[in-house]
């Protein structure tokens, strides 16, 4: 069955520094997006591409976040400086462009220290 | 401005009852309503769904309620299962008509624990 595919799964990094994730989702899936979770809260959706394009980065911290899907394939998430609230985890998720129903990948779990 | 809301952070059910998890809503310009499973370094998994004009929706042990007019949905498990014991999230749907992009909005979750 295919899966949305995600890594790392868990990164351990220091404050100030960068960190990036990556997520290739399902084929044929036109729509990805970037989630983070709080523990104890929902999914929040951080930014929402169709194809290669940004449909909606609203609620990206964009001082510090960056997001891109060059080639409408896989993505690549950057926190550059990473602070001690970044720590989270961070899922991805893919669908084809007329459905509501989204595919998680296992995520990546964040720890700023 | 929290437009789904998961009252119950938490549910602890026997092994072999009926468990039903609650969410509430506040937008009624939402067209579907999902149900995603969350086991503990996992992704959330979809569970079942029901479009804004049905009232209820069966899959197998799983049953979503709606009642637009309380802007109130459930999720019923009969009979419940050790193994169904994860964070349920109760998820929205609004769809391109409404000016917006289709996404998903999450409540903060239930942790339902099934006692064998």
Not at chain 1, 56 to 79: C, M, N, W, Y
Not at chain 2, 45 to 50: P, V
Request: aromatic fraction near 12%.
């Amino acid at each position: 069955e295919a899966e949305v595919a995600q890594s790392p799964r868990y990164k351990i990094t220091e404050k100030s520094q960068a960190v990036a994730f990556w997520c290739d989702p399902i084929s044929g899936h036109a729509t990805l997006y970037w989630y983070r979770q709080i523990l104890g809260q929902g999914p929040e959706l951080l930014v929402q591409f169709q194809d290669e394009s940004v449909v909606d980065d609203s609620q990206l911290p964009k001082d510090r976040f960056s997001a891109e899907r060059l080639k409408g394939v896989d993505s690549t998430l950057k926190i550059q400086p990473a602070e001690l609230g970044d720590s989270a985890m961070y899922l991805c998720a893919s669908s084809f462009v007329e459905s509501y129903e989204q595919y998680f990948g296992p995520g990546t779990r964040l720890t700023v220290t | 401005d929290q437009q789904v809301k998961q009252n119950s952070p938490s549910l602890s059910v026997q092994e072999g009852r009926i468990s039903i998890l609650n969410c509430d809503y506040t937008n009624s310009m939402f067209d579907y309503f999902l149900w995603y499973k969350k086991y503990p370094a996992e992704g959330p998994t979809f569970l079942i769904s029901i479009s804004s004009i049905k009232d209820k929706n069966e899959d197998g042990r799983f049953t979503v309620f709606l009642n637009k007019s309380a802007k109130h949905l459930s999720l019923h498990i009969v009979p419940s299962q050790p193994g169904d014991s994860a964070v349920y999230f109760c998820a929205a749907y609004r769809g391109p008509h409404s000016g917006s992009a289709r996404q998903l909005t999450f409540g903060s979750g239930t942790q339902l624990t099934v006692l064998p």
